[in-house]
Each structure stands twice: as C-alpha cells, then as structure tokens.
C-alpha cells in the first residue's frame, strides 16, 4: 500500500548539491518536484521573491511518495551508531521531512588547529592518526575553543578567521575551526539531518583526545552558529556521561527551521553542558523568511542563560546595506534577509575581542517589559554579560533564564542601557 504526503521540502533548484538525484537516495522518502507558482506561499507573486527564496533556502513544492515500510528508516555507521527517523525526531507539525544522515566518509569534515605558535597556519588535526596531534602545537592543559559553521557555510571564512584571531589575542587556547563543509549545502533538511553524524563525529574526536592525550572534556567550549549551534548540542549530549560533561557551548543564533518547539533531543538544550548560553538576533516568525526579512533564528530560549539584544527578532541597522559592501538588487536582498542572522557572529568576535565594554544584560521575562522599564536592575537573578564572559554568570539550578540588552547598530555593539 502506497502512501502519499505533500509537503515542503528544502532543496537546490537543480537538486541536491550532496550528489543525490531527484530519487533521493539519502532519505526516508521518494520526491517528485512540482513546479513553485505564485501564491504557493503568502502572496509570493513576485519572480524576485521566489527566485531568492529558492536561492538561500532551496525552497520547492514537493510532492512526496513513501511506502508505509519506509516511512520511517535507520541507519548506522561503525563507531557512532544508529541514526533513525523514528521517535522524538519526527514532529508533523516542525519536522515534516524525514531524512536520513549522510555516511561521515561523505560529510568528512575538518579540525583545522591553530594556536599563538600557529596563528596562520592550519595543523589538520585527524582522529586515530596520533602523529597529527602529537606533532601539532595541541596542548592538552590548555582552554580548547571550536567554532562551528552553518549551512552553506564554511571553516574559513572571514568571520572564522576573525574569531580565531580575537580569540587567540584573548587567550592561550587550542582554537579548532571544525569545517563539515561537505555536508551542509541544499537540501536544507539533509544538512540538518548531516549535523548528527557531524556531531558524533565531534564527541568522539574530542573522546579520542582524552583517551590519548590526556584532554578534559570540561576544558572544551564549542561555538557555534546557525546549525552549528545544534552540531554543539549533540556532540554535548554524548559527551555526557556519568559525572562528564563538555565545558561549554555558545549557541550564536541557533538554526530555528526544524529545532524550534521540537524535542530537546532534537536540539540545543541546557543538558548538553556545564553551561549552555545563546545569542538570539534572527528569531522573527518564519513568514519573515517568507517576506525575504529573516527569521532564520529562533526565540524559544535553549540555554542556561538566553540574551535577547535588541529583541532577538531583528538587528538595527538591517534595513538597507551599506552601499560599499553590496550591490544589485539580489545583493541588497540577500543581505537584508541574512544580516541579523550573521550580525550575531560580529557580536559574539567583538565581545571577545572587546571584554571590558558593556554588554551587560539584564533579566526579565519579555522584551516588551524590558523597554518599559520595568528590568533594569539585576534582582535577585543577576545580570550577565553577553558573549565571551557569560560563563562568570552562575546558573544555580536554573535554565532559561532570558535576558535582554539594547545595542548599538554598529561594532562593538555595546549596550545602550
């Protein structure tokens, strides 16, 4: 017996750039693409619209075959497990997909160490090739950063580089660029499936170095942006064990398409380390996305301590770009759509780079309070810094406790509170 369910699926307007064809041999399900016409989504009768829409998201109309057997599958890969379908990551209502992760031979992703000896120079750490730690300037002893990309996003890029190097002129760290540029491109919904075999993958490459080197897991603070935010969650959650636990993980606006309201299995979350903190700047509703004005992010709070700057939903001085940095009309609304998503990672460099200037946040149960003044003392929760020096903000049993912060347009975005 045949079953059919039409839905969404986010996918390359020439296919899958994973090398699948349109028979998705990586998935749970058969697609069989319609063609996008106007009005498939809120008043999208504008060419231009859909034509960018398709482009940053891969956005298409299918309908999607699957025999009742199938519809939900499993697979497994030697060392890391079984990644299934089943259970708390199928949601019908946030998670209508179903797809099944890529072999990590075909994501393979990359730690690319640098370190004060090697601000410049990339040594490729390996795991189970021991010489490419014990012949790199990796000290097990000391604070190890990784910072973890996005979808369609990659470990070189400029706002890696400049954290790399803001973090190293902060401190002597092991700083990791994780690239898993293989497996983060269209469709989006197997990119969000690749980020659990990417996360097994961190969690055992980290176990490794404890095993061999002597590492601590506690020592380690995983970063990570859009999908690399819930890349950090599940590495977190496997390293949790027994009184382990990884140290910390920043989520920098964390991917809200397929992770908000979803199971805590399924995303960041609290459990998934000493201490979890997010920076939330693009959690506008997803008809944001729709209206080619962002929402890539989310507002449901995922972390020890939530900063909410200027909201959460949308950045100032996102409206029109600079006019020496993009061009076109397609330029100007990319940029538009993505930069409160992005302007998070500025955030978070300048906090890093900028430790003694006010980014001071206070607790408060909305924004909406917040600007009417009723938070702006620190009350018996306290008040956090955002970015870099959150940690020094102790939670005490507590999770999800939002703060909010009004900031400047511009670097270093301090606050105006």
Partial sequence: ??????????????????????????????????????????????????????????????????SEESTFREVCY???????????????????IQVLPQDPDRIRPTFALYTRRNVNTAQNLVYNNRDSVSKSNFRSSAPTKIIIHGFTDNGNSDWNKAMKVALLNAG????????????????????????????????????????NF????ENFHLIGHSLGAHVSGYAGERLSTGSKKLGRITGMDPAG????????EVRLDP????????????????????????????????????????????QPNCNEPPSDSV???????????????????????????NPRRNYVAYPCASYEDFKAGRCRTCGTTGCASMGIRAAEWRPNGRVNVKMFLDTAGTEPFESRG
């Avoid at 959690?283 to 909410?308: A, E, R």
Wanted: aromatic share 10%; glycine share 12%.
């Fill in 271 to 314: 459990t998934d380390a000493r201490f979890v903190d997010a920076i939330h700047t693009d959690g506008d509703s997803t008809l944001s996305i729709i209206k080619l004005s962002g929402g890539f992010g989310l507002m449901q709070p995922v972390g020890h301590v939530d900063f909410y700057p200027n909201g959460g939903k949308s």
């Fill in 214 to 217: 002597g590492a601590n897991r």
């Fill in 172 to 211: 002597d760290y092991n700083v990791i660029q994780l690239d898993w540029s293989q497996g983060n491109g269209y469709p989006y919904t197997l990119a969000t499936a690749n980020i659990r075999v990417v996360g097994a993958l961190v969690a055992q490459f980290i176990v490794w170095l404890e095993s």
């Fill in 78 to 96: 030697d060392g890391l497990g079984c990644f299934s379908t089943r259970g708390n990551f199928y949601d019908s209502v946030n998670r209508p």
């Fill in 257 to 264: 398409p397929y992770f908000e309201y979803t199971h805590p």
């Fill in 327 to 353: 061009s076109g009309i397609i330029g100007g609304t990319v940029w538009r759509m993505t930069c409160s998503h992005n302007r998070v990672r500025a955030m978070m460099i300048s906090t890093i780079a």
């Fill in 1 to 66: 017996m045949t079953s059919v369910v039409t839905g969404l699926q986010l996918c390359g307007a020439s296919g899958p750039s994973a090398g699948g064809n349109s028979s998705n041999s990586y998935g749970t399900v058969q697609f069989s693409s319609i063609a996008l016409h106007s009005g498939a989504f809120v008043q999208l009768d504008n060419n231009m619209r859909q034509s960018i829409l398709l482009l940053l998201l891969g956005l298409c109309v299918s309908s999607i075959y699957s």
